[in-house]
């Protein structure tokens, strides 16, 4: 059986392109995956928050994988977001992905319920891991308590990486705290930790973390791979500050239907602007004056 290298650099959780009908836009999904590795993204965190991964069904998300593999995008360069509500729908897709190849899953945590302690995590990771059951299977948990409430404690994630070894791999940290990631890579030494903004990376790579995976990556992929690829650089704090900012300049509007207005001004499809309810779209005028925004940035190179 294949074993992958970890993933390291930056990963982008790619947005869904959706139809007149809200139906994913298969072709142009795969398309768009294609190129943002062309654009310097290491890898893709398919179905991740900015995928609107929770509007899309299980069924729909393994088509949509099937499409990427059929089409010829590496697997082991694919880090799905499978964590489901649902411990059957997890399982599920997580050996999908497993079968199809991908170098990893991204684990989001059963978010419905709270006030869950660290032994259901637990209990749920566990399960997860032994239904699935497969030596291939190599987890990223994904920590992201501002909109799941439910996390990944430092306990629990020495718990499970004691437990199983070679199955709990690295983390992705999206509590927007540096303090925590920085508790996580202090904690763990050679774990995967990714940080879920780039305005974190110079600082996770700086502490012996693996990279980014980063909603913005959907439209500045080179300027973020550029840092990291620089990060030991002289100018890398400049580096660090020029992502920093247009990241700062983008979050002028909501993520998601501002990258997706973004896309749509930059390529003039304006069905690129589609997103599923209860999101809501920008207007094309919205689209236009964000990038105008974001020109100072070099906006227009990254979109093309």
Known sequence: MAQHAPFSGV?????????RNLNPDTDRFVDFCKRLLAEGCNGLAVF???????????????????????GGVDPAALMPGTGLSALTE?????????????GGVLLL???????????GLF??????????????????????PPVAVVGWSLPLIERLMKTYPETIVGLKDSSGDWNNTKAV?????????FCGSEIFLLDTLRNGGAGSITATANINARAIRHLYDHWQDSNADALQAG???FRKALQQKPAIPAMKALLAHAEGQESWRAVRPPLQALNAEE????????????LAAAAE
């Open 48 to 70: 991740g928050t900015t995928s609107e991964s929770n509007s899309l069904g299980v069924d729909e998300k393994q088509a949509l994988l099937e499409a990427l593999v059929a």
């Open 109 to 119: 945590p059963p978010f419905y319920y709270k006030a869950i302690n660290d032994e």
């Open 243 to 245: 992502v920093t900012a």
């Open 11 to 19: 990963l982008s959780p790619v947005l869904t392109p959706f139809d």
């Open 185 to 193: 890579l202090d904690a763990f030494p050679g774990f995967g930790v």
């Open 123 to 144: 209990t749920y990771t566990s399960e997860v891991i032994q239904r699935v059951g497969d030596s291939r299977l190599k987890i990223y948990l994904y920590h992201i």
């Open 90 to 102: 997890t399982v599920r897709l997580t050996k999908a992905a497993v079968h199809a190849g991908c």
């Open 287 to 298: 689209g236009r004056q964000l990038a105008e925004a974001l020109k100072p940035f070099g």
